[in-house]
């Protein structure tokens, strides 16, 4: 839609609300008096595929892009299981022909600039785009050298592997080439972070590889806080799997990196002392994706805070934000989270175009982490509004005095969901 | 369900639109079930067509479906639950009726929905 059609819209609107016998008016009215408008998703994961997606099923005629460098989109959700060898990297690769066969405009482009003044994102390459409603779904970036010596040289050598692609192929190969009696070292970041669980269930895979392949070794997460997600489960489940394979050092017990030597793989904590790793995998310190902070709706933390009805940036009008970018406590960071903000954030761009006001949002999350073949553990929540805030309104993790059966229940529903949000997010089948 | 939408959609503005501007700019959050419904899907699948083993729950008669949140919610949840008590509880009895109801609706698979519409 050009600039000036878009500007007829708004008066056209603007006259509708002023006339006292618009109802006549309305029934004659062309297609976009019927809520349709130009709408940008950036980014192709969870949050921003779904949001694409939902705004074609509520309105087929919006005009939807969706930009997003990657043909295929790799899911950090279930790599840890590939780091276990449950599954190979491929099956997490998932395309956007179902997102086209809907009419959603995909182009594989990086976004590199907002004008949220013009309302246009420029596209790397130079192409400009522009939009009603600009919805972002960037993901994280990281904080380099916030951690002191781990810039993205390092992760060359010292993988993070917290987004998926090279790097997770890279972390694969380093604990493969892993001598057995070596140290699996993992820097585990303050909060917050992307997937609260994650780290603990990558450990968990990754000493299961360990156990059949490399018996001998050990690991060690060095921690930057006291307690984690799941935390009771996760080392009871390693007790029982792993023995002593597994050693975790909390912040109050010396176990904060504050600087980090790559090149001879080697950490030092906050009281001085050092460890040396023979595959060192360091989670580091994040913030929202950059493209939030280019469009001005990111804060001081460096995380974009939104009004909780609706996804829209709090600072920026138009310009709505879902996922790991967000400041949405208590939800945490994780692929479940950004797709179910992005059908809420999809209901409101929808309704806003239509000049309806939003609907009453309801969020849940679900995530599931493997601690052994067939030993499944969960966290789930239920989040609604209250007093204009998103409220956790019940929820819980697995009773810690469950038995197997439904552990291994927790196990198959976690592969059951990946399939279910793979689907519901790309429309993919794995 | 999209043309239900739409003509939904078109019916408020009308209505906003006769009754002026006050209405229309109303912050009145509006009850949605299909966005209450939207993290269902998550597990169950869109519109509730699980590609998995976690149940399907498209098509499903609204009394069963009705029974079986409703027992998720209590005290003494079917033998098997995992996750559901622990999601169920936070709703109110009147927002399970209606993703009861909104579920039974929609049909099992999309070949019966598309003809359902014809």
Redesign the interface.
């Known amino acids: 839609m050009s600039q000036s059609m878009k500007f007829s819209r708004r008066q056209w609107l603007t006259t ?5 016998a ?2 006549a ?3 004659a009215a062309p297609a976009f ?3 349709a408008g130009k709408v940008v998703v950036v980014g192709g994961g969870f949050g921003g595929a779904t949001a694409a997606k ?1 705004i074609k ?4 005629a919006i005009d939807v892009t969706l930009v997003e460098p990657a043909k295929t989109y790799y899911t950090c959700p279930f790599t840890n299981l590939y780091f276990g060898g449950l599954r190979t990297f491929e099956q997490q690769g998932h395309n956007f022909d179902e997102l086209r066969s809907m009419g959603v405009r995909v182009i594989h482009a990086f976004a590199s600039g907002v004008d949220a003044d013009k309302k246009t994102v420029t596209l790397k390459g130079g192409d400009t785009l522009s939009y009603d409603k600009l919805l972002l779904a960037p993901g994280i970036d990281f904080r380099w050298n916030a951690l002191e010596g781990y810039d993205e040289a390092a992760s060359k050598l010292a993988p993070h592997a917290w987004k998926a692609g090279e790097q997770s192929k890279l972390l694969k190969q380093h604990l493969e080439n892993m001598r057995d009696g070596g140290t699996f070292v993992m820097v585990a970041p303050a909060n917050p972070f992307r997937c609260p669980p994650g780290p603990y269930e990558r450990v968990s895979m990754v000493a299961h590889y360990l156990k059949h392949n490399k018996p001998k070794s050990k690991i060690l997460i060095l921690d930057a806080k006291d307690a984690f997600s799941k935390q009771g489960l996760f080392q009871a489940g390693w007790k029982r799997f792993y023995g002593d394979l597994i050693e975790w050092v909390p912040l109050s017990k010396d176990g904060k990196v504050v600087r980090v030597d790559a090149a001879n793989l080697t950490v030092e904590t906050e009281f001085g002392q050092t460890h040396k790793a023979d595959v060192l995998n360091v989670i580091p310190p994040q913030k929202a994706g950059t493209i939030a902070e280019i469009a001005g709706v990111t804060n001081e933390s460096g995380w974009v805070p939104i009004k909780h ?1 609706t996804f829209e940036s709090e600072r920026v009008a138009d310009i709505y934000v879902v996922g790991d970018a967000t400041v949405a406590a208590p939800m945490p960071k994780s692929g ?1 989270s950004a ?2 903000q992005a ?2 954030a999809a ?1 409101a761009i929808v ?1 806003s175009l ?11 999350n ?1 995530c599931y982490s493997l601690i052994a073949p067939d030993y499944g553990i ?1 966290v ?3 989040y ?1 509004l209250k007093d204009g805030k998103i409220a ?5 993790v ?1 009773p810690a005095d469950a038995n197997d059966d ?1 552990r291994k ?2 196990a ?2 976690g ?7 793979a ?2 997010t790309w429309g993919t ?1 794995s | 369900m ?1 043309t239900a ?2 003509i939904s ?2 019916a ?3 209505l ?3 009754a ?2 006050r209405l ?9 079930v ?3 419904a ?9 519109d509730g067509r ?5 149940p399907s729950i498209a098509g499903r008669p609204e009394v069963a479906l009705k029974q079986q949140l409703l027992a998720f919610k209590s005290d003494t949840p079917p033998a ?1 639950t ?2 559901m008590g ?6 109110s009895d009147e ?1 399970l009726s209606a993703l009861a109801k909104h579920f039974s609706q929609i049909s099992k698979t999309p070949a019966a929905q598309e003809v359902a519409k014809q």
């Open positions: 509708v609300g002023k006339a006292s618009a109802g008016v309305l029934l008096a019927r809520g939902y099923r509520r309105n087929p009805q479940f797709n179910a059908k809420v209901a309704n239509a000049g309806k006001p939003p609907a009453e949002p309801a969020f849940a679900t969960s789930a929540h239920n609604q956790e309104m019940s929820g819980g697995s439904f229940l927790e198959e529903y592969v059951a969901w990946y399939q279910a949000i689907l519901d089948r | 999209h939408i739409r959609g078109i408020a503005l009308a906003a639109a006769l002026g501007p229309a700019a109303a912050d009145q959050p509006l009850f949605d299909t966005v209450l939207g993290a269902c899907a998550n597990c169950h699948g869109t699980s590609p998995g083993s976690i098997g995992t996750v622990r999601l169920v509880k936070g709703y927002q």
